[in-house]
Structures are given as C-alpha cells and as structure tokens.
C-alpha cells in the first residue's frame, strides 16, 4: 500500500460515524427491530454490533502499536448479539460509543510512522498474523458493508410490507 492510499483509508476511516448517521437516516423507525430471516440482524442489532465490532478495534489498534507481535481474541459476533440481548440495548448509546472510539482511533492512526504502519503485526486467534495496514482496511470497509446490508433489509422490508 502507497502512504497515499493509505493516506485515503485513513480520512475514509474518519468519516465512518458521519457517514452511518446519514445513512441511518433513510431508514424508517419502525423497520429497525425487522429482520429478514431468523438468522439475519436488524438495523438495531447491526449498530450495536458496529459498537461493538469498534471495541475490539480500538484494542487491537493499539496493541499493533505498542504491543506488536502480541495476541488479540476474535469473537463470536452471532453469539453476541444473541447472548447480548442487543434489541434491549440503547442505539443512542451505542452510536456515541462507536463514535468516540472511531474519534480516538482515528486521531491516533494519523499520527502513526512509516515504518510501524509497514512492519507491525499482531496474532489473531482467528485470522492469524495481520498486518495494520490489513487491520485499516478491514474497518475502513466496515461500516459501508453494514450500511448496504441495512439498505438489503429495507429493500426487503418494504417487499414484504407492500411499501414500494
């Protein structure tokens, strides 16, 4: 990766909680508890997963950075959202969580060198050895593939409902 492109995830990285509150937008209230199918989330469970899913990012960023080399656990994000109870969950909350970890993340990666964006590592117990630059993208692209899946249940929601 160019630090140029790398340059680019990072601001793209950034815009994550603007650009899921825009996008939440489209959605109407009343569809946010649906799900298409018994094993797909709701809206609501897909923001507290977001939440989530960015508390597990949070560490593992910064182990890449001063822990390099060490070990970060994967998790069982059905089990979660299950086990969790995340239709009883706030989505208020949930989304100022996400976007003070996004922030704190955010503000720290860009002050990151070269050499530690280049050569640092870290085990995961799932995916084994990543590299940071493999960490950015993956959760540069994680709110967009959430936001088009909460897109896929409206689609479907209004199908079933006869809203279109």
Not at 112 to 123: L, Q, R, Y
Request: glycine share 4%; net charge negative; charged share 30%.
């Amino acid at each position: 990766m160019t630090k140029d492109e790398r340059v680019r995830l990072i601001e793209s990285y950034g815009q994550a909680h603007d650009n899921l509150v825009t996008a939440l937008k489209e959605f109407p209230k009343e569809m946010w508890q649906w799900k298409p199918s018994h094993e797909k989330w709701s809206v609501h469970e897909i923001i507290i997963h977001i939440a989530d899913s960015e508390a597990n990012s949070y560490v593992r960023c910064r182990r890449f950075i001063a822990e390099p080399g060490s070990g970060v656990y994967g998790y069982d994000q059905d089990k979660w959202a299950i086990d969790l109870k995340y239709h009883n969950q706030s989505i208020e909350d949930n989304l100022q969580l996400f976007k003070w970890l996004r922030k704190l993340s955010y503000d720290l990666i860009k002050t990151v060198d070269d050499k530690t964006w280049e050569t640092a590592t870290i085990h995961h117990s799932e995916n084994g050895v990543m590299k940071f630059e493999e960490w950015l993208k993956i959760y540069e692209e994680h709110i967009p593939v959430h936001i088009r899946q909460m897109r896929r249940n409206l689609e479907e929601w209004k199908r079933v409902n006869g809203k279109q």
